[in-house]
């Protein structure tokens, strides 16, 4: 079974809107850890957020959040007022406590922001 | 500014010679990782070193070795290049392995072109 789904491979967003990359995850842990990363065409992996499992609130970096809900196992993230320089794949990412180390990601989404 | 630097950015090699890529960080980070992309596809982790602790996955191929002579210094060893193998190669440091926090750090990459 896949551990993380991002069932969206492709979105477009109009510049200055909020835009959902949808993520949910499957991990019989109760310690966790959920990334997100952007990847330009250049190719580098970006860090944009993080949230634990044991966090309450939802996590927040400028104009990422991300949308966890435990129960449903989603952790969907919102960028608000999309720019240009939005565009790029996003990839979620996820580490359990049997595999400390080891990042598992999705296949990703690509976003086009359109001006 | 502290950061995960790979050198060169681009590669080009013969089937079957030899290659090496390059790692280096400031980041002072204890673990260490290599990833393969290809194409349109999530990173897929090959190994990573703890400290000097070196951890193979089980479907890396024999032909990739590393060496993590310092703890600023990783390399990438392709030992017979296949046409396969042509992908970016991604390294990537996090501080250590807890579960909580802990985000990983990715350098811009290597694209390796297998002639």
């Known amino acids: 079974a896949q551990k993380i789904t991002q069932t969206q491979p492709g979105m477009f967003v109009q510049e200055k809107e909020a835009v959902t990359l949808d993520c949910t995850y499957d991990?019989?842990?109760?310690?966790?850890?959920l990334f997100w990363y952007k990847q330009p065409s250049s190719g580098e992996m970006i860090f944009l957020i993080y949230q634990g499992s044991y966090d309450e609130q939802n996590a927040t970096e400028g104009r990422y959040s991300l949308n966890f809900q435990k129960a449903r196992k989603s952790a969907n993230l919102v960028i608000s007022a999309s720019q240009l320089g939005d565009s790029a794949m996003y990839f979620c990412a996820m580490r359990e406590l049997g595999s400390a180390r080891q990042l598992t990601f999705g296949s990703g989404t690509q976003l086009t922001v359109l001006p | 500014d502290a950061m995960v630097i790979q050198n060169p950015r681009y590669q080009v090699t013969q089937f079957g010679k030899p290659v090496t890529l390059s790692c280096s960080q400031t980041?002072?980070?204890?673990?260490m990782y290599w990833y393969q992309q290809k194409s349109s596809q999530a990173p897929k982790l090959l190994f990573h070193y703890y400290d000097k602790d070196f951890n193979n996955e089980a479907d890396t191929p024999d032909n990739f070795q590393s060496r993590r002579p310092n703890t600023s210094f990783c390399f990438l060893d392709i030992r017979s290049p296949g046409l396969g193998d042509a992908a970016m190669y991604l390294c990537?440091?996090?501080?250590?392995?807890?579960?909580?926090?802990?985000?990983?750090?990715f350098g811009p990459g290597t694209r390796l072109t297998v002639l």
């Open positions: 991990t019989s842990d109760q310690s966790y850890g």
């Open positions: 990537a440091t996090s501080r250590g392995d807890s579960i909580q926090g802990n985000e990983q750090f």
């Open positions: 980041l002072n980070h204890n673990v």
